[in-house]
């Protein structure tokens, strides 16, 4: 009687994960305390291959930064000398602002190989295909992907902190010259407003076909929306309807030379006094503008979200004093990100002098 054994294979319940250079570091240096190849696996759960590949690798690990998975950089460039005229190419495009598009990519590695300067120095480009696997392996060695336009972000200048010191010496210089109180000293800024502030993702049952949010039509005009205050937290604004702004139209809605001795003569509080301007130097606003650093974000945000939270088909308003009460709070916590200004200018020492050098 001959009985049939049936093999069946093993399944394996372990779970391939990657090693970074750190750990695989970790590995060889346990392995190089005395213990074996086979202990130092059964320790990690490895294959003893692996160790023995690590230590192998020692040196290349060393070099390498500590975070990456592999060490070698995969199959060299086919083509070196057409990939690095792509690179030149996408430079000189991308410093004139200009998109540059996967497909983009393409259709210009297509035309270069068809050069006679790349036929003759790699004489099978011709039946070469370009395909969507080359274009990512390309993108990977020139170090590029694919990104969302981002708003311009502001280049600080490169004397940065000569500008800096010489913009806040002035303002304590102005500040002890006249003895000016906190009440007496205000920042004023520009922001832009949109009429309709729909958010661009919400909360949606998953598995939803059709993922609706309503607008009006006029997410893309715009209003400008002048702020201000004083060092001592003073509102500046009057009292007038809504509560705390003033409403100018013009054609443009920009805030012209008009708008802005409209703003002197009305909110201003100090038009019978004399009023010495310290200009922020182009590039510094990002530093030294309270507004810019701390509140006109945080307005946005606000005003975004109680407008759509308040908001119905026929009354899309919000409330002003619900954003004024949350900024209030927020500004509290981000007071330690803005230049402060003391309000101790007897004696000898003063002490915007001393917080001024530990600033910088």
């Not at 070698?72 to 030149?88: D, F, I, T």
């Not at 958010?199 to 609706?212: C, D, F, H, I």
């Not at 920009?254 to 006094?273: D, H, P, Q, R, S």
């Not at 030294?288 to 308040?310: C, E, G, H, T, W």
Request: hydrophobic letters at 35%; charged letters at 30%.
């Amino acid at each position: 009687m001959t009985t049939n054994t049936v093999r069946r294979a093993r399944l394996s319940n372990k779970v391939r994960r990657s090693w970074c250079v750190r750990e695989k570091l970790m590995v060889v240096h346990y392995l190089e305390r005395g213990h074996s190849i086979k202990s130092t696996a059964r320790k990690f759960d490895i294959q003893p291959k692996q160790v023995r590949e690590w230590q192998n690798k020692k040196r290349n690990l060393q070099k390498a930064a500590a975070h990456i998975l592999k060490v070698h950089g995969g199959r060299p460039a086919k083509y070196p000398v057409l990939e690095k005229r792509l690179v030149e190419w996408y430079s000189e495009l991308r410093k004139k602002g200009n998109a540059v598009t996967r497909n983009m990519v393409l259709h210009r590695a297509k035309l270069l190989s068809q050069e006679e300067e790349f036929r003759s120095l790699y004489p099978d480009i011709i039946h070469f295909k370009f395909s969507i696997g080359w274009l990512d392996r390309f993108l990977f060695r020139a170090n590029l992907s694919n990104r969302r336009r981002t708003t311009v972000a502001q280049h600080l200048p490169e004397d940065l902190i000569d500008k800096q010191q010489y913009f806040l010496s002035y303002v304590l210089y102005m500040r002890r010259e006249h003895k000016f109180p906190l009440q007496y000293i205000g920042n004023m800024d520009e922001t832009s407003l949109s009429f309709d502030l729909p958010y661009s993702t919400t909360l949606e049952k998953r598995g939803a076909k059709s993922v609706n949010i309503r607008i009006t039509g006029h997410e893309k005009s715009w209003f400008t929306v002048i702020l201000a205050c004083l060092a001592d937290g003073t509102n500046i604004s009057r009292e007038t309807l809504p509560q705390g702004i003033h409403v100018r139209v013009n054609e443009k809605g920009w805030c012209n030379g008009a708008e802005m001795l409209y703003w002197i003569n009305n909110v201003w509080k100090f038009t019978n006094k004399q009023t010495h301007l310290a200009v922020i130097p182009g590039g510094l606003t990002s530093k030294v503008q309270p507004l810019d650093v701390a509140i006109n974000k945080s307005f946005k945000d606000k005003v975004r979200m109680f407008y759509n939270m308040d908001g119905s088909e026929d009354d899309l308003v919000f409330d002003y004093a619900s954003v004024e009460e949350e900024l209030a709070t927020e500004l509290e916590e981000e007071k330690e990100n803005v230049i402060d200004i003391t309000s101790n200018i007897d004696g000898d020492v003063y002490e915007d002098d001393i917080l001024y050098e530990n600033i910088w």
